[in-house]
């Protein structure tokens, strides 16, 4: 059976209203307008630029509530699928021209020029240019951000749980000691000496921690991972 891949607009949906019901008129008006180049290099420059704007004079009544999430629940899925929540200017992938229609609508509706725009996306595309489930966010103030446009590839449907161990230190310690039992489970009975005993099941535990352990520190270190509660809005390249 086919593992359905992670849509992580929908894990935003379930994680906004498991806190709390939209109370907002949901009006939303479906359009597409003609492109426009001189339009597109404006809100390219905007999404490139340094002025970092932590609200847009949105009018509540025409905005759709399924799209409006507040700073906690982004932090939590970021932390859940190791995500960042970085400026646009830092994203180094293309934005398609649909963000840029979405981007022209609401700033047509809405009667403003949107600033301060900020990118959900796993950390390689913020290092690398890939396309995985990109999120543009328009913040609204008070730590609320509007989803404009989300584009690219879902994410793998496992990758909440193959990123669990990185989620905190503790995961971490959990799984290594995990891995150091099952390790220890691997190693036949009589290796070391005709009946294997329990002292020594323990000595070949211990030895599975500590090379397990030596490996995931040496691995961290070198290429200068941290946790994911640490990076969803680190700036820096080597929180990867």
């Given amino acids: 059976m086919l593992l359905k891949k992670t849509n992580i607009h929908d894990k935003l949906l379930r994680e906004q209203f498991r806190k709390s019901k939209g109370d907002l008129v949901i009006n939303w008006v479906h359009q597409f307008l003609k492109k426009t180049p001189s339009q597109n290099e404006r809100i390219l420059e905007n999404l490139a630029g340094d002025l970092i704007e932590d609200f847009n004079d949105f009018d509540f009544d025409l905005l759709d509530t399924d799209r409006i999430f507040d700073e906690s629940s982004i932090k939590k899925i970021c932390i859940n ?31 403003l020029q949107l600033q301060g725009f900020k990118i959900m996306a796993p950390s390689k595309m913020f290092v690398l240019n890939k396309t995985d489930d990109p999120l543009l966010f328009a913040p609204m103030g008070n730590g609320y951000y509007y989803l404009i446009h989300k584009w690219g590839n879902d994410l793998h449907p496992l990758r909440k749980l193959m990123m669990w161990p990185l989620k905190n230190f503790e995961n971490l310690i959990v799984t290594i000691l995990l891995s150091s039992v099952l390790a220890t489970l691997l190693v036949p009975d009589g290796l070391f000496s005709p009946k294997q005993t329990f002292s020594q099941d323990l000595m070949v535990f211990f030895f599975m921690f500590k090379s397990i352990a030596a490996v995931v520190l040496f691995y961290g270190f070198a290429l200068g991972k941290n946790f994911n509660n640490a990076i969803w809005k680190c700036k820096f390249d080597k929180a990867i």
């Fill in 81 to 111: 699928y190791r995500l960042r929540f970085l400026d646009s200017k830092l994203f180094k992938g293309t934005f398609p021209q649909e963000a840029l229609t979405e981007i022209r609508q609401l700033e047509q509706e809405h009667n």
